[in-house]
């Protein structure tokens, strides 16, 4: 089998794992009783999310990631999503960033 062959298998073969990851995931919440438990842990997901991508970003060090995490701190509570609030305190990095 040649290398083209072999490099085409292996992104077929992740393409239909992802595939099957995304499905399993449907699969899986249509099986498993809403309510409870299963209801606040998702409630609490976004936040869970922000923490994750922000995290590193805090961990780097100096006066920015504490600016970055600030913003989004302050974006949140002015009542904004998740999504705004994580887009928003990227976006205050970069600023940062391109300035300094």
């Known amino acids: 089998m040649s290398d083209d062959a072999l490099v085409w298998a292996a992104v ?6 992802t595939w099957l990851t995304r499905i399993g995931g449907f699969w899986l919440m ?48 002015a009542g904004a999503s998740a999504l705004v609030a994580v887009f928003g305190s990227v976006g205050v990095v970069a600023l940062i960033r391109l300035v300094v």
């Open 30 to 77: 249509r099986v498993v009783p809403d309510g409870g438990f299963i209801r606040r842990a998702l409630d609490h997901l976004p936040g869970a999310l922000v923490v994750a991508i922000l995290s590193p970003i805090a961990l780097e060090g100096g006066w920015a990631p504490t600016v970055c995490i600030a913003a989004a701190v302050l974006i949140g509570r």
């Open 12 to 17: 077929l073969a992740m393409a239909f794992v």
